[in-house]
């Protein structure tokens, strides 16, 4: 098996364990200091650092029966990119589009980085206004 198709595999092993928010079988794919960014002007983006905050961003998206099926998967010696139709099924409104994302391997062979690329931020960015709510100032504030 290449190292590129041990890659594509790794990235279908996360979408499988996706599926069924197995978080610890996406766990299994992602260092635990990942750095995974979340595009948007909204409550869930920004990068999330640390197997904990992806596992933590992901069971949110759970709340909202996010689901995603693969598209398109090509890989080279260090990244994967990945694109795929991301959609909604609870909560107020929709989201349905096309997300493209950038994954980069460490040497080990385990991801690293993660750059998400919406096909239609603003449908994102108001689906979770909609649906997540801010927690009050002082919660908020560290």
């Not at 979340?38 to 069971?59: N, Q």
């Amino acid at each position: 098996m290449s190292d590129k198709t041990s890659k594509i595999d790794a990235i279908n092993k996360f979408f499988a364990a996706y599926a069924t928010y197995d978080l610890e079988g996406m766990r299994a794919v992602l260092t635990d200091d990942v750095e995974w960014t979340i595009p948007g002007h909204h409550a869930l983006s920004g990068t999330k650092h640390g197997v904990e905050e992806v596992a933590a961003f992901f069971t949110q998206l759970g709340k909202a029966g996010f689901q995603a099926e693969p598209l398109f998967l090509e890989a080279n010696e260090e990244y994967v990119v990945d694109i795929h139709r991301g959609w909604t099924t609870e909560g107020i409104g929709k989201v349905d589009t096309t997300w493209a994302l950038v994954w980069h391997f460490n040497p080990e062979g385990k991801v690293d980085r993660v750059i998400n690329l919406s096909g239609d931020q603003h449908q994102m960015d108001a689906y979770v206004w909609n649906n997540y709510a801010l927690a009050p100032i002082p919660d908020r504030l560290v």
